[in-house]
């Protein structure tokens, strides 16, 4: 069985707080338990995503989407959408440096990764972690 939750938060840093805590919710209302490897994994990667948008996204844009679509097998599907056309890259970083290591920490956690344009629309950042794995 296939479920899935979208919502849409305002772009301010204390939405991030709010997606993880709608992701962790809506995972959990779906029968993951707390210490579910895919529950756990799921949250910090909507986390690093919407700090994205909320740090890197168009200033011009008030808000963004996000959705958590629970497989039958347990896995996550996490999609975060915003309007902004440019697509995130890896980039190395420096022992020393503060920020720039979220999608490295997304590529670690998630099976798979990407980008999908939604033309004038902007594009979806969307990472798949697999249930138990890592």
Same mark, same amino acid.
């Given at each position: 069985?296939?479920?899935?939750?979208?919502?849409?938060?305002?772009?301010?840093?204390?939405?991030?707080?709010?997606? @993880?805590?709608?992701?962790?919710?809506?995972?959990?209302?779906?029968?993951?338990?707390?210490?579910?490897?895919?529950?756990?994994? =799921?949250?910090?990667?909507?986390? #690093?995503?919407?700090?994205?948008?909320?740090? %890197? /996204?168009?200033?011009?844009?008030?808000?963004? #989407?996000?959705?958590?679509?629970?497989? =039958?097998? $347990?896995?996550?599907?996490? #999609?975060?959408?915003?309007?902004?056309?440019?697509?995130?890259?890896?980039?190395?970083? $420096?022992?020393? #440096?503060? %920020? /720039?290591?979220?999608? %490295?920490?997304?590529? %670690?956690?998630?099976?798979?990764?990407?980008?999908?344009?939604?033309? @004038?629309?902007?594009?979806?950042?969307?990472?798949?972690?697999?249930? $138990?794995? @890592?």
């Amino acid at each position: 069985m296939l479920r899935r939750n979208s919502f849409r938060l305002p772009r301010h840093p204390a939405s991030v707080g709010l997606a @993880r805590r709608r992701v962790r919710d809506h995972l959990a209302d779906w029968g993951h338990g707390p210490e579910d490897r895919a529950l756990t994994d =799921a949250v910090l990667v909507v986390s #690093e995503l919407a700090t994205n948008v909320i740090r %890197h /996204g168009p200033l011009r844009e008030r808000e963004f #989407e996000v959705a958590v679509t629970a497989l =039958a097998d $347990g896995s996550c599907l996490i #999609e975060v959408s915003d309007e902004d056309r440019q697509e995130p890259r890896l980039r190395p970083v $420096g022992e020393w #440096e503060e %920020h /720039g290591r979220g999608l %490295h920490l997304v590529e %670690h956690l998630a099976t798979a990764w990407g980008v999908w344009g939604r033309g @004038r629309h902007g594009k979806t950042v969307w990472a798949l972690v697999l249930a $138990g794995a @890592r």
